[in-house]
Every structure is written in structure tokens, then in C-alpha cells.
């Protein structure tokens, strides 16, 4: 199977394309055909979002829309729904009315952005697999060979610790993560960003190793990396026997599976209503 990124679905004789946000902790993302756009939460990430599908779109689209931060939830639809002609559609109801993509029965409670993105990786990769998420917080999710959703680990990323320690140790700066050039570090700084990214390679190598061994029973199944530090982490620690594949836009090409599966009678249940100003 493969992602889907120029279906069209016609809805009450009007013909639109699919798209997906995804409303992440940091940052809102875009993704329709081949268009990947990010933005932080800037004083501008509205006018941003707004512009585009205003003024660099040429046709209307059905918006599915993840988030996992619930303060820019309503800005964000309140964003889509002043521009004509789009529609926003809950991507969490539409995963909870196709179980043919993604069976959730064994687990309770997971993060939607865990979910879309094990769908994302499986339209590329198959089934079983492993995706990890190098974002604020560092995911670990396993889906098995029947498309069951498994559950997974979570720990604080990289920025997330660094950060922590900042907060809770007065000799210890407030810093930003960037890449690590040796193993240990000679200063405060290096040896900070040494050891964080040792705590979270190693802990996705530990996690992945055990998930694959104990788990799913596959030592060779297809490991996917997505985040901000995704690209970073996936090079630093793939070998010829376990490669770790970087992928960045999983969560949202699960939105466009979904939307690109979903039934008619669901996409039009899932449409959010006008959200009062």
C-alpha cells in the first residue's frame, strides 16, 4: 500500500482534496500532494496557516486535523474556518471508525499522534513495525503483524531534558540541543549535550531491541523515525543489521490514509461545526 497524496473525494456534488495538520507541542505542520510546511508557534504561525490555504491553494480541501495540544486546537480551526471553501474534520473520530488501518482493542489511552504515525509508517513500510518520535517526548510504538496497536514507551527528549535539568540545577544553564562531536564532553555544555543524546539513543536502541526480541518476535522489523531530532538520531544510530529509517511526515500521511479511507457517512460526521469567536 502506498501513501496517498492526490486522492480527491467528492462531498455533496463538490470536489475536494485531502490534507492533514498535525498540532503538535512545539509546532503546526502542514501536508497535502507534495507540500510539507512547519511552523513554530510564532507570533505569526496564524497569519502563516491563514495564507496559505488562502492565497497558495487552488482547489478546496477536507482538513483532517490531529492535535496534541489543545490550547491551539480552537485557534487553528478558527484559522481554517475563516477561509472559504475548506472544511476541518476530526482526524480521532475517523481512527476510531476504521479499525481496518489500525485495531486499537489492546490499548487504552494513547497519544493520537502515536497512532497516525504507526498508520503513516505502515503505508510505506508494512506490518509489523516500530515507529519512534523524537519530539518534546521521545515515543516508542509497536504494531504487529495483524495491524493491532500495541502500545509503546515514553520518555523525555532531547530539548525536554535539557530543559529539566536547567530547571532543577542551579550550575546548569538553560541550553539548546546540538549535535554531539564526541563521545564525552570536556565543558559543561559538551557534556550536556554528550550525555542527553546518549540517554535517548540509548534508550530507543534499548527499547526497539527489546519491543522487536520480546514483544513482536522479529529481530529484522522496519524501524521508523520521525521528530524534530529524528534525522539526527536515525543517522547516529542506524548499523547494516538494525538501519532506522527517517521519515517526517508519518503523522500526516496517517491523516491522509485515513481521510483517503474513510467512508462518506464518516468524513461528513467528522466535519468540526463553526467554533463561536
Known amino acids: ?14 470536489e475536494y482534496g485531502i490534507a492533514g495538520i498535525d498540532v503538535g507541542n512545539s509546532r503546526v505542520k502542514i501536508h497535502h500532494e507534495e ?9 505569526d504561525w496564524k497569519k502563516h496557516v491563514q495564507h496559505h490555504f488562502r492565497d497558495h491553494v487552488s482547489r478546496r480541501y477536507l482538513i483532517g486535523l490531529s492535535s496534541v495540544n489543545p490550547k491551539q486546537t480552537t485557534a487553528i480551526v478558527k484559522v481554517i474556518q475563516r477561509t472559504p471553501g475548506h472544511m476541518v474534520l476530526n482526524a480521532h ?3 476510531m471508525r476504521n479499525e481496518r488501518l489500525l485495531s ?3 490499548v487504552e489511552n494513547a497519544g ?8 503513516g509508517a505502515m503505508a510505506r513500510y508494512g506490518a509489523p513495525i516500530v515507529t519512534v518520535d523524537c519530539g518534546t517526548a521521545v515515543t516508542v510504538n509497536a504494531v504487529s503483524k495483524d495491524l493491532e ?12 531534558q535539557l530543559f529539566g535539568l536547567s530547571k532543577q540545577t542551579a550550575a546548569i544553564p538553560e541550553l539548546k540541543f546540538s549535535p554531539v ?30 519491543i522487536s526480541k520480546s514483544v513482536l518476535k522479529d529481530a529484522n522489523v522496519p524501524v521508523v523515525v520521525s521528530g524534530g531530532e529524528g534525522s539526527y538520531v536515525a543517522a547516529s544510530i542506524s548499523t ?18 485515513l481521510l483517503a479511507n474513510a467512508k462518506l457517512v464518516d468524513i461528513q460526521d467528522a466535519i468540526i461545526g463553526k467554533i463561536p469567536h
Request: aromatic letters at 8%; one cysteine or more; glycine letters at 12%.
Open 1 to 14: 500500500m502506498e501513501t496517498v497524496y492526490n486522492t480527491s473525494i467528492e462531498l455533496n456534488g463538490v
Open 35 to 43: 507540500t510539507v510546511l512547519s511552523f513554530p508557534y510564532d507570533k
Open 93 to 95: 473520530q475517523l481512527l
Open 104 to 106: 486499537l482493542s489492546t
Open 112 to 119: 493520537i499522534d502515536r497512532m497516525l504515525g504507526t498508520i
Open 149 to 160: 496497536f500495541l502500545g509503546g514507551l515514553i520518555f523525555a527528549g532531547l530539548g525536554t
Open 181 to 210: 562531536q564526541n563521545t564525552i564532553g570536556v565543558n559543561t555544555e559538551q557534556c550536556l549535550m554528550a550525555g542527553v543524546f546518549a540517554s535517548v539513543t540509548g534508550g530507543i536502541q534499548q527499547a526497539v531491541a527489546s
Open 240 to 257: 547494516s543489521k538494525k538501519p532506522y529509517e527517517y521519515c517526517p511526515t508519518i503523522v500526516t500521511d496517517g491523516i491522509l490514509q
